[in-house]
Nanobody, 129 residues
Framework: EVHLVESGGGLAQPGGSLRLSCQAS????????MGWFRQAPGKEREEVAT????????KYADSMKGRATISLDAAKNPLYLQIDSLKPEDTAMYYC??????????????????????WGQGTQVTVSS
C-alpha cells in the first residue's frame, strides 16, 4: 500500500520561504508524474506544480512561476516543493500526489493528468504577518 506523508508546512511570514517534503512508502518512483496540489478553505483544489521523468520536465501554476521549485531527491524520495516569496494567498492545505497519466503533444510532455492515484493527507501552510 502506498503512503505519502507531507511535512514542512507551518506558519510563515509574507516574503518568507518554506520547503515542503513528501515522503513515500510502499512506492517506487519510476519516472512518471508526481505533483503538489493545494486547497484553500472554500476553494477548489488546484495544481501547484508537477514533474515528469524525475524532474526533467516540470510545470507550474501561473501563480507559482518564479517562486516555486518542485524537485525529487537524488534517491527519488522524497519529493520537495520549495516556495519562496510567500504570499497570504498561498495559505492552503498542500497535498502531495503520485502516479497519473502523462500528457504528450507531438511527442513532447506538456502536463500530468490531475487524476493521481495516490494522495497524501496534506500539510497546512499559513502565510500571515
Amino acid at each position: 500500500e502506498v503512503h505519502l506523508v507531507e511535512s514542512g508546512g507551518g506558519l510563515a511570514q509574507p516574503g518568507g520561504s518554506l520547503r515542503l517534503s513528501c515522503q513515500a512508502s510502499g512506492y517506487t518512483y519510476s519516472g512518471g508524474c508526481m505533483g503538489w496540489f493545494r486547497q484553500a478553505p472554500g476553494k477548489e483544489r488546484e495544481e501547484v506544480a508537477t514533474l515528469y521523468s524525475s524532474g526533467t520536465y516540470t510545470k507550474y501554476a501561473d501563480s507559482m512561476k518564479g517562486r516555486a521549485t518542485i524537485s525529487l531527491d537524488a534517491a527519488k524520495n522524497p519529493l520537495y516543493l520549495q516556495i519562496d516569496s510567500l504570499k497570504p494567498e498561498d495559505t492552503a492545505m498542500y497535498y502531495c500526489a503520485a502516479d497519473s497519466l502523462a500528457r504528450f503533444y507531438q511527442g513532447r510532455w506538456y502536463a500530468c493528468s490531475s487524476e493521481f492515484h495516490n494522495w497524501g493527507q496534506g500539510t497546512q501552510v499559513t502565510v500571515s504577518s
